[in-house]
């Protein structure tokens, strides 16, 4: 599917799992993956999960990537 998009500053995992989706199935694995949750802790998890809502939102009504990432930087901690 060509990799990741590299014009994308943010979302280039949606990006990519839509097309993903596209071309062959995307499917969940049952393994487990350990990520910091520094986000989590400096800004709360509804705060955190409302930032992502809305972003998700902006990528999906076509905002600009200028836009999303500036209110991505304006809002995180």
């Known amino acids: ?3 990741f998009d590299e014009r994308l500053q943010i979302m280039e995992d949606i990006e990519i799992i839509d ?3 596209r071309h ?3 499917h969940i694995l049952d393994s487990t993956v350990t990520t910091s949750a520094r ?3 400096t ?3 509804v705060r955190l999960q409302a930032i992502f809502g809305t972003i998700h939102l902006m990528y999906a009504l076509g905002f600009s990537q200028k836009n999303i990432v500036a209110f991505y930087r304006d809002s995180i901690r």
């Open 19 to 21: 097309r993903l989706q």
């Open 43 to 45: 800004n709360g998890t």
């Open 24 to 26: 062959a199935g995307f």
């Open 1 to 3: 599917i060509g990799g």
């Open 39 to 41: 986000k989590y802790h």
